[in-house]
């Protein structure tokens, strides 16, 4: 197995962007994990996850420490459920319900620039297949990247290298993996997720399409 190169690699605590830090650098890529936070409701919980994760990756595999950006959007989003925690989105919604206004734009820029100081020429995104969100399009991530090179004079590729799979798909791929360690829950209970959130409903969903058990504790079985 050859280098790739440096990948830079935005990571929550969900079993997705988990995956992928574990499979690019099972590819030969030099990967950096990013979590940006924005002071959301559940990132205690889901960032002590995603370093537990992190900590159970082989030693053989080429990770960096994770690297923590603050970007905080209380000012912007107000009283939305993300920050408040309130009238969060159960497993009765559709997947708009969840839709962070901004998201991967807000992700990308400030990741951008620190891979702009560092000289990484690639950032990757684990965004699933049938994502209806446009800022999570083919187009979307391709226009980014040109944009970055007019403004910054810095050559950015972004990658989506999980948009043909579904949630089971890498799951399958993570399976030797400490999953039980990702954290996907928008409500967490106690440090658990709490079962009932459109998100638990998610990787419940996900676990049973895969045909593997599920490892996580949810505060609602």
């Not at 050859?2 to 997705?16: F, K």
């Not at 099972?26 to 990013?34: A, T």
């Not at 370093?51 to 950006?69: A, I, K, N, Q, W």
């Not at 969903?205 to 949810?218: C, K, L, N, S, V």
Request: net charge negative; charged share 20%.
């Amino acid at each position: 197995m050859s280098a790739t190169g440096q990948l830079a690699v935005l990571v929550s605590g969900g079993a997705d962007s988990a995956v992928l830090v574990a499979d690019r650098a099972r590819q030969g890529w030099i990967v950096h994990p990013i979590y940006v936070q924005f002071g959301l409701s559940w990132e205690p919980t889901e960032e002590a996850h995603l370093r537990r994760f992190l900590d159970s990756l082989p030693t053989e595999l080429d990770t960096h420490p994770l690297v923590v950006l603050a970007l905080p959007i209380a000012d912007v989003y107000g009283a939305h459920w993300s920050v408040s925690g309130t009238d969060v989105p159960d497993a009765s919604t559709p997947d708009a319900a969840v839709f962070l206004p901004g998201r991967n734009l807000l992700l990308l820029s400030k990741a951008t620039v620190w891979c702009v100081l560092n000289g990484v020429e690639t950032i990757a995104l684990a965004t699933l297949k049938g994502n209806p969100f446009a800022d999570s399009s083919a187009d979307f991530f391709a226009s980014f990247g040109a944009m970055v090179e007019r403004g910054l004079e810095h050559r950015l590729s972004v990658l989506a290298p999980f948009a043909d799979m579904t949630k089971s798909d890498v799951l399958e791929m993570g399976r030797d993996l400490a999953l039980e360690y990702t954290f996907s829950c928008i409500a967490p209970v106690a440090g658990r997720h709490c079962g009932r959130c459109n998100k638990c409903h998610e990787r419940r969903e996900g676990f049973a399409a895969a045909r593997m058990r599920d490892p996580t504790a949810y505060a609602v079985a």
